[in-house]
């Protein structure tokens, strides 16, 4: 897995809606923060002039695809940011140029949603991508903070080639909830759509993987639902390790409101076989930090250290702990 070139100060990045669209003083606040971060900024055509389907989608799917196609292509673009999330970004898949964009690995930036094109960008481009902060969803509050310091570290931390230890802001621990360490390449994202995927030629490749998940406004029985899907497909027969965002406003209000969603998860992955390690901040809270997609991931769930190892598997040397990379 190729690691793009790294992110820099001064880089020209494409600001694209792959999903859901924006208001037009969104758009151009959000440039507006980009430039003020040091960036250069070439907007999609879409964004600039305001489409909305149905009120969920940035444009028509084709269009969405190809201003992603366009991006790539280009010489001038050095990183492609998504501007928001929401839903759409599995309709661009039938028509992205993959040939183009396997030619042209750049950073590129966002979560949720974006998922299914982190899930193919690794597939069928063959390089690392970044499970990170999306312009209008954690930028636009401003710097001047701790967390926005974080999320700007994060993200330039996650996107230099260098290897590192992931770290939550402040004084935020990560979570044990099964022991054991592994390593593997990095796959995953959001549950649902991950979940949504499979059978499909768009699912991500699980095997030898440590797979990440995160989720936003589920219940308890639908993450019941989407992780016994993901079992029955085998999926936690292949995987090393589990790493485990936050499930934002994830109840079961409907049910035993008393439940919550962190305690059925430690149950649910307590019966698991594979290191499983919790409350990584890279989800659906206002603090984002930045994970690399398809990079060498090894995890210790009992002293809770997670680190990325950007080089070739031939390449790789002991790890922390003993740990060897695959």
Not at 156 to 164: E, I, L, Q, Y
Not at 183 to 212: C, M
């Amino acid at each position: 897995m190729r690691y793009p070139k790294p992110l820099k100060q001064g880089a020209v990045v494409g600001l694209v809606a792959p999903s859901s669209p924006v208001e037009n003083q969104e758009c151009i606040d959000c440039e507006k923060r980009l430039r003020e971060m040091g960036f250069q900024v070439i907007v999609a055509k879409s964004l600039k002039r305001g489409a909305k389907i149905w009120g969920y989608l940035a444009g028509e799917a084709r269009e969405r695809a190809e201003e992603m196609n366009e991006m790539f292509q280009n010489p001038q673009v050095e990183a492609v940011f998504c501007i928001r999330g929401g839903y759409g970004s599995s309709q661009l898949l039938e028509y992205l140029d993959y040939e183009t964009i396997r030619r042209n690995p750049k950073v590129f930036v966002g979560f949720s949603d974006i998922t299914s094109l982190h899930s193919v960008f690794q597939r069928y481009c063959d390089f690392v991508t970044f499970h990170g902060p999306m312009v209008k969803s954690n930028f636009l509050d401003g710097p001047g903070s701790e967390e926005w310091d974080y999320m700007v570290s994060s993200l330039w931390k996650a996107c230099s080639g260098r290897p590192f230890f992931f770290q939550n802001p402040g004084n935020e621990r990560m979570e044990t909830v099964t022991l054991g360490q592994a390593s593997g390449r990095l796959t995953g994202g959001n549950l649902s759509v991950l979940a949504k995927s499979l059978g499909t030629p768009y699912e991500p490749d699980f095997q030898d993987a440590i797979l990440f998940l995160e989720d936003v406004g589920e219940t308890v029985p639908r993450i019941d639902m989407y992780l016994t899907q993901l079992y029955h497909a085998g999926v936690f027969h292949r995987v090393r390790g589990v790493l485990l965002g936050d499930f934002t406003d994830c109840t079961n209000h409907a049910f035993e409101p008393g439940l919550m969603v962190k305690d059925f998860l430690r149950e649910w992955f307590g019966g698991q076989k594979v290191p499983v390690l919790g409350n990584l901040y890279s989800d659906h809270r206002k603090v984002m930090g930045t994970l690399p997609m398809g990079a060498m991931c090894w995890m210790d769930a009992g002293d809770q250290r997670v680190m990325f190892w950007p080089k070739e598997e031939q390449e790789l040397t002991a790890l922390p702990g003993g740990c060897k990379g695959i």
